[in-house]
């Protein structure tokens, strides 16, 4: 076990010096990493602060039925107990109108525009839930509610929270497939850099084989290597990413300012965080294998 141990730091101390004695090409290598790296993190990172916003709304289809602004409390009981009996009803939820101010009031920059006002302008409503949630179901349902007595108005909610769902599923598939290819990208990048690696020690690698060294002696250097590559690829994506959102957050701060918001854009999680630096690493680890182990094969006896 110790020489084990003692052939890892052996192995590793190579791979560093090799990264000292090369600055100038490390620093290059782990920059084109980075930005590669930088771009699906980055967007993974836009989903993830974008996500709580789009949770706010129901992506559920739904109707709001508004009653007029003089209906009586009896109306809205009475219409409310019509919905129920409807079959195509799922779920009827009355919504006071003194609650719906209450619940406008509560929304960040709205309470001031609300009490200029003096008086309450919002009418009695019912959200109504149906059990067929297509597109037609939901229109006939909308038309049939109209013709009730007491109603002014329906409007079929959620249509654009469904299309933001299905965006932001996109996106996240479209992040994934570029994260893939750029992944593809980085190991040909980690395999062509160790390959120049191995040729310029090809006379060493030749002459470690005829006194008997074998072949996870010769590799474990080049694996530490493309693994350190690719951990500070890693970390200088994770930096790529931070200096990005901080740009970002000036306008966006600006922007949601003005909507009396103190949104802003998150970065990575600590966990998130981790697993782009230890992919990174996966990533030139295995370029450095792919090229380590086509080199072997080539040199074979």
Known sequence: MKAWLRQHRHALAL???????????????????????????????????????????ALEPQLSVFLGAGAKRAEAHALGARLKADARVREARFVAREQALDELRATEGL???LAALGENPLPDAFVVRAKDAHAEALDALARDLRAFPGVVHVQVDSAWAQRLGAL???????????????????????YNTIRLQVLTQRAEIEVSR???????????????????????????????VWASLAALNVGVGALAGTYGS????????????????????????????????????????
Do not use: H, M
């Open 168 to 190: 932001a599923a996109a996106a996240r598939i479209a992040t994934a497939l570029l994260a893939a290819l750029l992944a593809v990208g980085l190991v040909a990048v980690t």
């Open 262 to 301: 103190a949104f802003r854009l998150g970065f990575l999680a600590p966990g998130d965080a981790l697993a782009v630096a230890l992919f990174s690493g996966l990533l030139g680890w295995l370029g450095a294998y792919l090229s380590v182990s086509r080199y072997l094969r080539e040199i074979e006896p």
């Open 111 to 113: 309470a001031d525009a």
């Open 15 to 57: 791979a560093l010096a090799k990264i000292a004695a090369q600055k100038p090409a490390t620093a290059l290598n782990a920059l084109v990493i980075g930005v590669a790296l930088a771009l699906p993190a980055g967007g993974y990172a836009l989903l993830a602060s974008l996500q709580p916003v789009a949770q706010r709304f």
């Open 210 to 240: 005829l006194i008997g060294a074998t072949d996870a002696f010769i590799r474990r250097p080049f694996y530490y290597l493309g693994l350190a590559q690719g951990l500070v690829g890693g970390a200088c994506a994770l930096g790529i």
